[in-house]
């Protein structure tokens, strides 16, 4: 073979092989990649199930400095609860909402109506009869842009719920009516592991 023949050939297999090369470093760095990714996603899960709902203890609550509120709650909810604003109607969470349960202060978690009261007032706005826990609720005169109102607030959160009217149906003739960006639903079947068990007999059929 030629002299010139077999540069040649050497040129072209050390180009492969650094071709092979460039691929195989590609191919490494992309399996520590993935290795990092599944390293960080298995670290991220029990993080994520120590995030999972843990019993309210709603009696003793504190209610934190606005900052913080500021990063727990949704700008809606932030508004609504502490800013006295209102959120669209027929364009929230629980207007529409059956399902058994009850609804808590979104902020303090204190327990305040139940599904067993809500009912269809044709608003938009979810509506109660009467509070579950008249004990955790607070009215107050409102004279705002809407004249004369009642105001109510949840008493260990001092969250802004919504108003009360007088125009209500049997048994009590009042309104409740709520912002969903004030609450926040309990379904019946998670009542007991969220720690409000003691209302789960509720829903108890007889």
């Not at 826990?133 to 105001?151: A, K, S, W, Y």
């Amino acid at each position: 073979m030629k002299p010139l023949s077999v540069s040649i050939m050497i040129f072209f297999l050390v180009l492969l092989g650094c071709r092979d090369s460039g691929m195989s470093g590609v191919q490494e760095k992309t399996t520590a990649k993935n290795a990092r990714d599944a390293k960080m996603m298995s670290e991220a899960r029990p993080g994520e199930k120590s995030m999972q709902r843990q019993p309210v203890d709603w009696r003793n609550f504190k209610k934190p400095d606005d900052a913080t509120l500021r990063k727990q709650l949704t700008p809606l909810q932030y508004n609504v609860t502490q800013k006295e604003g209102t959120e669209p109607a027929f364009r929230n969470e629980y207007d529409t909402n059956k399902a058994e349960g009850i609804y808590v202060d979104i902020v303090s978690g204190e327990p305040l109506f139940s599904s067993l009261d809500k009912y269809d007032s044709g608003t938009g706005w979810p509506s109660f009869t009467r509070p579950m826990e008249p004990d955790n609720i607070v009215t107050r005169q409102d004279r705002g842009f809407f004249g004369p109102r009642t105001e109510v607030r949840s008493k260990h959160g001092d969250s802004h719920l919504g108003h009360v009217f007088t125009d209500g149906p049997p048994p009590t003739g009042l309104r409740y009516c709520m912002n969903s960006a004030a609450l926040r639903f309990v379904p019946k079947n998670d009542l007991e592991k969220e720690g409000y068990g003691e209302y789960a007999k509720l829903f108890e059929k007889k």
